[in-house]
């Protein structure tokens, strides 16, 4: 379980389901992740809660026995908040509301409140504000908003619950105006798009948390916002990067997760088109992680979602300085038995499965590095070429830091 680093975080507790169609190792895998969210938003988990149920509770997600562990536990405990790995129907959350007597959150509501945290600017405000109210709409008839508003704390950082008879009607004016701002900044940001030129656009993809803004600093010596909880970057940055002599511009932007709730998908149209409309997609993957497979897969199904999955891609394998030489059997993508392998026979045969250009790096110690720009520059240089077809000897390949060593 996660340290509890300061005073003020929430006592939380988990709950989630083993089904037909996620074991129990799934479970233990997404409640890790659901654990670092909760820790990301600010709450320390004091328990878990599973279940084995052929499909959720209807009602209350979880049968009624557990719900009641669940209630006499949290009363127990003084434990204000439950959170469900899943996204709970308006009725179930209502009902599980009735029934346990304190706060309930579900992933989706937990990320957006962290996305709510994070947003810096007022454009990812407002997409973050968006995507809240559409949320909440078909919400509206919690009965501990007022008062726990009022407290504040996760879950409250957004818009509040207040008549819920007037509620409808101003937030759907409200999301209508939030819809129309975001028009004129989504126009904005396109002409912005539009006025880079014709200079070759890469775009960083990945998972939360695998180290695309360390990278993103590293390539261009930037100071990009890096830290280790989740979508520590929302807001987009574009960077010119030169490597041997050939500029580019690079894109890093907001980390993607299983399950990324669709409103948020909706209203981050605008970041999102930063990775449309790119020339070619960097795919930073963290090995550290166990279930960076699952990753691997949740990014490409939401390249997919949003049009974006045909583009040339590289795929870089971040962290190789944290490699732990238990991995999962490699010759199959969908493993069962464990084995202890090396890094270097683990990337030879992920470098014959992979059907991009593969590079092992780390972007804090910098293994690798004249590797992954040779590789970066070659498939910059390949769109470039079809740009400018007449200008390529302008820039040929040289090693920047191998050229500093030798002079
Ligand atoms: N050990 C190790 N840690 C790394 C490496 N690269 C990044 N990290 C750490 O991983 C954490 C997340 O890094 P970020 O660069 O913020 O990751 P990100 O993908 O931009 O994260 P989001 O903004 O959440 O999407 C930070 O604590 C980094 O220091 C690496 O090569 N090795």
Same mark, same amino acid.
């Given at each position: 379980?996660?340290?509890? &680093? ?13 089904? &037909? ?47 009641? /562990? ?32 304190? &706060? ?110 360390? @990278? ?12 280790? &909880?989740? #979508?520590?970057? @929302? ?32 209203? #981050? ?101 004249? /590797? ?36």
């Amino acid at each position: 379980m996660l340290e509890k &680093k300061e005073h003020s975080y929430e006592k939380a507790v988990l709950v989630g389901l083993i089904t &037909k169609d996620q074991d129990e190792e799934k479970l233990q895998e997404y409640m890790d992740e659901l654990e670092f969210l909760a820790y990301t938003a600010g709450a320390t988990v004091e328990k878990r809660f599973t279940q084995k149920l052929s499909q959720p509770d209807s009602k209350t997600f979880v049968g009624s026995g557990k719900a009641l /562990e669940i209630k006499d536990y949290v009363k127990e405990n003084e434990i204000g908040t439950i959170i469900f790995d899943d996204e709970l129907s308006p009725s179930q959350l209502k009902n599980l509301e009735r029934e346990l007597e304190v &706060k309930i959150l579900d992933r989706t509501n937990l990320i957006l409140d962290i996305f709510a945290q994070r947003a810096q600017t007022s454009y990812a405000r407002t997409q973050v504000e968006l995507a809240q109210y559409e949320y909440l709409l078909p919400r509206l008839t919690r009965m501990w908003t007022h008062l726990e508003r009022q407290r504040g704390g996760i879950g409250m950082r957004g818009p509040g619950e207040t008549e819920i008879e007037t509620d409808r009607r101003i937030i759907r004016d409200r999301i209508s105006l939030l819809k129309d701002k975001l028009k004129i900044i989504d126009k904005q940001m396109a002409t912005q798009r539009n006025n880079r030129g014709k200079m070759v656009r890469v775009a960083l993809v990945g998972y939360t948390n695998v180290g695309k803004s360390t @990278l993103m600093n590293a390539l261009s010596k930037s100071e990009v916002f890096a830290e280790n &909880k989740l #979508f520590a970057t @929302l807001d987009t940055t574009v960077r010119k990067v030169v490597i041997g002599n050939l500029p580019f511009l690079l894109t890093d932007t907001v980390g993607f997760i299983r399950k990324l709730p669709t409103q948020l998908v909706e209203s #981050f149209k605008s970041t999102l088109d930063e990775v449309r409309e790119a020339d070619l997609l960097i795919h930073v993957v963290d090995i550290s992680h166990e279930s960076f497979e699952d990753h691997i897969d949740s990014v490409n199904q939401i390249l997919q979602e949003i049009d974006a999955h045909k583009k040339p891609m590289i795929m870089v394998f971040n962290k190789i300085d944290d490699f732990s030489y238990e991995r999962k059997d490699d010759d199959d993508l969908t493993p069962s038995t464990k084995k202890n392998i090396s890094l270097e026979e683990w990337t030879k045969t992920w470098m014959a499965k992979s059907k991009f250009p593969t590079v092992f790096i780390s972007a804090l110690t910098k293994e690798n590095f004249p /590797e992954m720009k040779r590789l970066i520059y070659d498939e910059v240089m390949k769109v470039h070429i079809s740009r400018f077809p007449y200008n390529d000897f302008l820039f040929e390949y040289f090693d920047e830091e191998e050229e500093e060593k030798n002079n």
